[in-house]
């Protein structure tokens, strides 16, 4: 008795997500990783058609939409079990300022879509060289009194904030 009112729940099930005409919208679990210079989001997306997948950018909002179709399987015969059913895929991320949008990249693979997203120039760590010996000297322009003095031949002139007086 149990297993026909289960079965008969099953159709019922099956008949309301059936009639429905509109889609559900399911968000896709994703990781997200930085990699050195770039980070790399991996969204699953099962049973989804590689041309109904789009990526975009939005300012600072990646979006990612696609869609999995299931009503050209098996149209003939009677349903029994149908948890499989349409869906539509919406995920969206913000970007922070330190990525650079315009080369980011998308591949889908094994049910897995992967987008690369690359880190600004700009934002990457850098080294600083460090240099040795004495600072560089200031140099000191044509016009100065000490130097009108040298050139005049009267001798060098001592400024004012010298040790040597």
């Known amino acids: 008795m149990l297993f026909d ?21 399911v968000a896709a679990p994703m990781n997200l990783i930085r990699e050195g210079d770039r980070y790399v989001l991996d969204a699953d997306l099962p049973g989804v058609d590689p041309k109904s997948i789009d990526v975009a950018v939005d300012g600072r909002w990646l979006t990612i939409r696609a869609e999995r179709s299931t009503t050209s399987e098996h149209t003939k015969g009677e349903w029994l079990v149908r948890e499989r059913s349409n869906a539509a895929v919406l995920r969206r991320v913000t970007l922070g300022h330190d990525v650079d949008v315009d080369h980011i990249e998308a591949t889908y693979h094994d049910g897995v879509l992967t987008v690369t ?45 010298s040790l040597a007086n």
Do not use: N
């Open 117 to 161: 997203i690359p880190v600004a120039e700009t934002a990457r760590p850098r080294r600083i060289a460090v240099g040795t010996g004495t600072p560089a000297q200031p140099q000191l322009s044509q016009a100065t009194p000490e130097r009108a003095a040298e050139t005049a031949g009267e001798g060098k002139a001592e400024p004012a904030h």
């Open 5 to 25: 009112t289960l079965q008969e729940m099953d159709r019922l099930r099956s008949a309301l997500f059936s009639a429905m005409d509109e889609t559900p919208t």
